[in-house]
T-cell receptor, first 114, second 114 residues
Framework: DAGVIQSPRHEVTEMGQEVTLRCKPI?????LFWYRQTMMRGLELLIY????????DSGMPEDRFSAKMPNASFSTLKIQPSEPRDSAVYFC????????????FGPGTRLTVL | AQSVAQPEDQVNVAEGNPLTVKCTYS??????LFWYVQYPNRGLQFLLK??????LVKGSYGFEAEFNKSQTSFHLKKPSALVSDSALYFC????????????FGSGTRLQVQP
């Protein structure tokens, strides 16, 4: 298996622009998680899905952030409009079922907002 | 609420010596505990987990961790460190029911000197 796939690996954009991050979970996994990693705040959960349904989005920082999972093999995290404080590494992770708790992480997307 | 503490920002050890990376946790209920490793510019890689059973858990790359309920600790250990073990190590916890997402510690950088 190719593991969790994220794209792009790096994104540089200007403040105010829309940014879309993409994730393909491991085939057969039905839970998907979006995390953000910064030096100041460490690893933070933003949102997670189970069977394509958002279960907990309490970590989404504000309305500028939105996430979707239209099918079992694809999810997006969108920031609109982006701000410099959104600069971070965004990780996607997936796990097999809600009762199988090992999460497998993608390589991350490094976002820089100028 | 659940939380994880990794009291050491950095651990330095000489190659061939035993290493310990400390982790303590706080949860309501029985914990699931995890260790992940992150190499530069990479996503997190799963090392090992404790769910139930034997308090000593063996994982990838010769690492092991001991669950100590009375001390609420889950320290990561390896009998003989390698230079290639140098990386950022994260401890994580979640409980059996409720929020499925992991709560991560702040990370400990392990530096193994030749």
């Amino acid at each position: 298996d190719a593991g969790v796939i994220q794209s792009p690996r790096h994104e540089v954009t200007e403040m105010g622009q829309e940014v879309t991050l993409r994730c393909k979970p491991i085939s057969g996994h039905n839970s998907l998680f979006w995390y953000r990693q910064t030096m100041m705040r460490g690893l933070e959960l933003l949102i997670y899905f189970n069977n394509n349904v958002p279960i907990d989005d309490s970590g989404m920082p504000e309305d500028r952030f939105s996430a979707k999972m239209p099918n079992a093999s694809f999810s997006t995290l969108k920031i609109q409009p982006s701000e410099p404080r959104d600069s971070a590494v965004y990780f996607c992770a997936s796990s097999l079922t809600v009762s199988t708790d090992t999460q497998y992480f993608g390589p991350g997307t490094r976002l820089t907002v100028l | 609420a659940q939380s994880v503490a990794q009291p050491e920002d950095q651990v330095n050890v000489a190659e061939g010596n035993p290493l310990t990376v400390k982790c303590t946790y706080s949860v309501s209920g029985n914990p699931y505990l995890f260790w992940y490793v992150q190499y530069p510019n990479r996503g997190l890689q799963f090392l090992l987990k404790y769910i139930t059973g034997d308090n000593l858990v063996k994982g990838s790359y010769g690492f092991e961790a001991e669950f100590n309920k009375s001390q609420t600790s889950f320290h990561l250990k390896k009998p003989s460190a390698l230079v290639s073990d140098s990386a950022l190590y994260f401890c994580a916890v979640r409980v059996l029911t409720g929020r499925r997402a992991l709560t991560f510690g702040s990370g400990t950088r392990l530096q193994v000197q030749p």
